[in-house]
């Protein structure tokens, strides 16, 4: 018998369980044990645009506050080839040691490969980095915005989840501005803080500087 609190899915039977918005759809449910501790993974089709996000629970989340919730978005070559050239893998790494860690915990990762612009655009504008543009100039180029990204499907999530407010690990002033334009309240903002590297110190920097992350640049820490 697990110990989670799962919504029903498609796999008890009962028709998907969505968010009173009916943005998403909690489409699957299984325990996963991780070398960080035991988590629930559950699966969400997004209405929008049919694309699949996971969520990794960790404790029981159903009616509770304050519940630590990392929002990480997919990144290929960070989180599964190892580049060097970002910290995303670090920071999925710690935020799932942290979720484990605690009584209760959220990591959600979200299909929103490059910020959102997609992953052949997000190879483009590191070659054009390699020609001397920083990050948020790289995207420019190519016609996007910095940030692409939109986390209404993250509050659809939680909403399903039955997470009633979030303490968000993020250094990202936007991700706490729209969890809460959205409708979740964001109770507590904990700093989720990575030591730059020689590959990626530029990027960390920009981001503090252009894209306004809260990094303690003086003490070379940095964030996503």
């Not at 490969?113 to 655009?121: C, D, H, T």
């Not at 706490?176 to 990575?194: E, K």
């Not at 590959?199 to 920097?205: P, T």
């Amino acid at each position: 018998m697990s110990a989670f609190h799962d919504p029903p899915t498609q796999d008890d039977g009962a028709s998907p369980t969505s968010d009173a918005g009916g943005r998403v759809a909690l489409i699957a449910s299984a325990e996963m044990p991780t070398r960080h501790g035991a988590f629930r993974v559950h699966v969400f089709r997004d209405g929008a645009d049919g694309k699949e996000h996971v969520a990794m629970v960790h404790g029981d989340v159903f009616g509770a506050r304050d519940v630590p919730t990392r929002v990480h978005s997919e990144c290929l070559t960070g989180d599964v080839l190892g580049s060097l050239r970002c910290d995303c893998q670090a920071q999925l790494e710690l935020a799932l040691q942290k979720a484990a860690a605690m009584p209760r915990g959220i990591v959600l990762y979200l299909r929103q490969e490059g910020r959102g612009i997609g992953l052949a655009n997000k190879i483009l504008a590191y070659r054009l980095q390699e020609q001397g543009l920083d990050t948020v100039d790289a995207n420019l180029a190519l016609g996007f915005r910095d940030d692409e990204r939109d986390y209404k499907v993250a509050v659809s999530m939680l909403r399903t989840l039955g997470v009633r407010s979030v303490a968000l690990l993020t250094n990202n002033p936007e991700k706490i501005r729209q969890l809460a334009a959205y409708g979740m309240d964001v109770s507590a903002r904990l700093p989720h803080l990575i030591a730059p590297g020689e590959h990626n110190r530029r990027y960390l920097q920009t981001k503090a500087t252009r894209a306004g992350h809260l990094i303690p640049i003086q003490h070379e820490e940095a964030n996503a």
